[in-house]
């Protein structure tokens, strides 16, 4: 997994394939659940999932935060993310009233097909504060993101 996620997210960047290195399969906390999908050519395709507490507004809500989410790029365009549908059951059993996930806006336009699906809702315009992964002294512990929001309902609507 550590390959797969180096070699696809290394392509927007060395950076991004930076939390790969040494065989790690995460990049911040590790995720409880993963759906992998296979090919004759290995992993074609990964989402991870990890319930978390997140504070909207003033009130703290559990959710199941989705990340790690890639396909391999020869496989890009078709139509592997829905397949990821198979994961739905999973995060009924979690409990969890939304599925949540954050990406740049320069993902919008790959992110705007699930949601004409109706497998989520784009939030934009909301500032998401988050903590680093890893310890930075040289950078505070904590930062203040504008990026797009996807939120899939599951236990409620």
């Known amino acids: 997994l550590s390959d797969f996620f180096r070699k696809t997210y290394g392509r927007t960047g060395a950076f991004n394939a930076e939390p790969f290195e040494g065989g790690r399969s995460w990049a911040g906390a590790r995720p409880e659940f993963r759906a992998i999908g296979y090919d004759a050519h290995g992993v074609a395709a990964h989402i991870g999932m990890l319930r978390r507490f997140i504070k909207v507004g003033e009130v703290d809500l559990i959710v199941a935060e989705l990340g ?9 365009g078709l139509g592997i993310g829905f397949s990821m549908r198979v994961a739905y059951p999973v995060l009924h059993q979690l409990g969890v009233p939304f599925a949540f996930g954050t990406v740049r806006h320069a993902l919008r336009n790959h992110v705007e097909r699930f949601c004409r699906a109706g497998l989520a809702n784009i ?34 609507s």
């Open 68 to 76: 790690l989410y890639a396909v391999r790029p020869d496989l890009e």
């Open 123 to 156: 939030v934009s315009g909301v500032r998401v504060r988050s903590t680093r992964p890893d310890v930075h002294p040289d950078l505070p512990p904590t930062r203040l993101e504008d990026v797009l929001v996807l939120v899939s309902p599951i236990g409620r």
